[in-house]
């Protein structure tokens, strides 16, 4: 449960849209690998499988996904979640002002400015 909860804060990627959420939450809450078809997890998020086909491309191209799928493997439509490869949130540092800061910002704030600020 903490890697869904760890997963839900971390920054996406540009292109991460709510489909791709809800197929990751789904594959997620399966387990670590799952074997269930397009139309399965298009039935469970409400999408239509050729969606479902390009959010498992997506996944699969940042590495969050290892899919195998084909008529003559051994395990085929097995859709692995990498854990290691999700995007983790970062740690919020608080904001500390030094010294050193505040006596370089009170020292500029008394200087005027140069009469060619507008060049530079």
Same mark, same amino acid.
């Given at each position: 449960?903490?890697?869904?909860?760890?997963?839900?804060?971390?920054?996406?990627?540009?292109? %991460?849209? *709510?489909?791709? %959420?809800?197929?990751?939450?789904?594959?997620?809450?399966? *387990?670590?690998?799952?074997?269930?078809?397009?139309?399965?997890?298009?039935?469970?998020?409400?999408?239509?499988?050729?969606?479902?086909?390009?959010?498992?491309?997506?996944?699969?191209?940042?590495?969050?996904?290892?899919?195998?799928?084909?008529?003559?493997?051994?395990?085929?439509?097995?859709?692995?979640?990498?854990? *290691?490869?999700?995007?983790?949130?970062?740690?919020?540092?608080?904001?500390?002002?030094?010294?050193?800061?505040?006596?370089?910002?009170?020292?500029?704030?008394?200087?005027?400015?140069?009469?060619?600020?507008?060049?530079?």
């Amino acid at each position: 449960m903490q890697r869904i909860e760890d997963f839900i804060k971390a920054t996406k990627p540009r292109a %991460f849209t *709510g489909y791709h %959420f809800a197929v990751m939450l789904l594959l997620m809450h399966e *387990g670590q690998a799952v074997q269930l078809s397009h139309t399965m997890i298009g039935e469970r998020t409400g999408m239509s499988r050729y969606t479902v086909r390009n959010v498992l491309l997506d996944c699969e191209a940042w590495k969050w996904l290892s899919i195998s799928s084909g008529k003559r493997q051994y395990n085929t439509s097995l859709i692995e979640v990498q854990w *290691g490869n999700l995007p983790q949130p970062e740690p919020s540092v608080p904001l500390v002002i030094s010294e050193h800061a505040t006596k370089l910002a009170e020292g500029f704030k008394t200087r005027p400015l140069r009469k060619d600020w507008k060049r530079r």
